[in-house]
């Protein structure tokens, strides 16, 4: 099954977050790639999203959308430098 | 009392199908994976159970094949809300990897090839509820479905049921998994439809 980048994440974190965060810098905690989060390799056939690191593959977010809540595990992240207007 | 038309309550069903609440019946096996799916070849694969205590057991592929196996006819039941019925597998029942390991672990955390993990207690890994499988409708257990083998517990979701399996490490506290660290529920019961964390 294959990928998809991270500009597939759009629409899931705009629900919860008020600026778009495809543009923001993540730092990977596995092996501390730096890269945006458009750049991720994103698994969205699963119970939940799962992007991972382009450089090593380990995960670096999933987001689970149940019925009236999300939970979003940012542990594979050092960082996200976000872009403000 | 209002006659109701089949056609006006969604997908149609035999009327004996009895799915858990919230599920549909699924004809093909979809295939869900959160990451690249691992090639583990069976002159590589090994599988472990390490105790509670340091202790380890090891089965190599030729060790676990030469184990007494058990063909399963068995429903499944996906989180993602699709069900198949009489799937048909072969594989080694955990009553038999576990029966000369000694443990007082209340609980199980489950690992595979690709580092994904999932939780569940022990005692629902024995008593004929939970097996190896390494072969699916009477062929070998592809990549896809989790091959050369996978666990197979299916009377919990299916995310329970870990593909690509590589071992067992028993603990006596619980310890959540991948998809239980993240939102979803602990145990896991389709009937009872724990889906999420609250269900």
Not at chain 1, 13 to 30: H, K, N, W, Y
Not at chain 1, 45 to 67: D, M, Q, S, W
Not at chain 2, 33 to 45: E, H, L, N, S
Not at chain 2, 95 to 108: I, K, N, Q, R, S
Request: charged letters at 25%.
């Amino acid at each position: 099954m294959s990928h998809v980048d991270g500009n597939a994440l759009a629409g899931d974190l705009r629900e919860i977050f008020a600026v778009d965060l495809t543009a923001a810098t993540g730092q990977c905690s596995g092996c501390g790639y730096k890269g945006s989060v458009a750049s991720l390799r994103v698994y969205q056939n699963a119970p939940g999203v799962v992007a991972r690191c382009p450089h090593c593959e380990e995960v670096v977010l999933r987001l689970v959308r149940g019925r009236d809540r999300a939970w979003l595990d940012l542990r594979g992240t050092v960082s996200l430098e976000i872009p403000l207007p | 009392m209002p006659i109701v038309s089949p056609g006006f309550t969604g997908r149609r069903q035999s009327p004996d199908v009895q799915l858990p609440p919230g599920q549909y019946l699924a004809e093909d096996f979809p295939v869900l994976t959160a990451g690249p799916t691992p090639r583990v070849t069976t002159d590589r694969w090994q599988f472990t159970i390490n105790t509670e205590a340091g202790q380890r057991y090891d089965w190599s592929w030729q060790q676990l094949i030469e184990l007494p196996a058990e063909k399963i006819t068995t429903d499944i039941h996906c989180v993602t809300k699709w069900s198949k019925l009489g799937t048909r597998w072969k594989g080694v029942s955990l009553d038999v990897l576990l029966e000369d390991v000694e443990t007082a672990a209340d609980f199980a955390l489950v690992q595979s090839y690709g580092s994904y993990t999932t939780n569940l207690p022990l005692e629902d890994l024995v008593d004929g509820q939970a097996w190896i499988a390494y072969r699916y409708d009477g062929e070998e257990l592809t990549p896809e479905h989790g091959g050369p083998a996978r666990l197979l517990v299916p009377h919990l979701y299916f995310w329970k049921s870990a593909k690509w399996v590589r071992g067992i490490q028993l603990l006596l506290e619980d310890e959540p998994g991948f998809w239980e660290s993240a939102g979803y529920h602990d145990y896991g019961d389709p009937w009872r439809e724990q889906r999420y964390q609250g269900d």
